[in-house]
């Protein structure tokens, strides 16, 4: 397995907001997660990515190839679904793609028509009149008619209704079975990624908390519930998080082993991404 995407030490500072020593790779046949609340840095890292800003220092590579050196080409083979969509909404779906198209050597007409008619889409219709989960599968359309290898995706399935969602998770899980392929898919709506991840990467407060394939992740950490009285100055040491309230509490841990021996009675359970994230988060340590 080769790597798609790889990012060493990126650095990009505005005046409130700063990437620091952001680093991770991106394998090829992988839907990786890439996760964190709103203003952690996930969008910043993306149109650094994409050459849309200048970052300050680091090196990002794209198919083993430094962006700088040869960005032009390189944009040609990936995919791009940004969650404000940027288009011309005076323009109809299909005078959009007039002006999109053109800036591919390999876009492929008929996989156009092809996905406008799988999404249900009208090539006539005015960009101004479509829904957000309208424009959604549009950018998708115009995103997988060019032969894109790499599918970079910011915040897709933000304020669309589950049905769509379920729709554009089941079109990336068809995409990426054809060998070579990757999808990048920013979100901090992470019960999208239980059905479809295989990796997570998580970015708080511009740094870098971890990159985990899904399962491993979820399988480290546990939600705990027991009885209040169980909890003391060590046993506190065990969790990430900690809810205590009157008689109970809950709590994450990432050693579920040292909380079965001192608290028997402890009810386990197996946590969310969401509960990982917030967990980590909580405490700010950085892989």
Known sequence: ????????????????????????????????????????????TIRSILGLVKFNSGIIKLFGQDINKNIKTLKERVGVVLDEGGFYEEFSMSEMKGIVAPAYKNWQEQDYKDYMEQFGLNPKQKISTLSKGMKMKFSLALALSHKAELLIMDEPTSGLDPLIRSQMLKILADYIKKSGRAVFFSTHITSDLEQIADRLILIDNGRILFQEKKDTLLEAYRIVKGDS??????????????????????????????IARIMPDALMERPTIENIMLGKIERGDAS
């Open 229 to 258: 009285r169980l909890l003391n100055t060590e046993s506190r040491k065990l969790f990430l998080s900690l809810n205590p309230m009157d008689c109970s509490f809950i709590g994450l841990t990432d050693k579920p082993e040292e």
């Open 1 to 44: 397995m080769e790597n798609i995407l790889e990012i060493s030490k990126l650095n990009k500072s505005y005046t409130n907001f700063s990437l620091t020593d952001v680093s991770f790779s991106l394998p090829d046949n992988s839907i990786t997660g890439f996760i964190g609340v709103n203003g952690s840095g996930k969008t910043t």
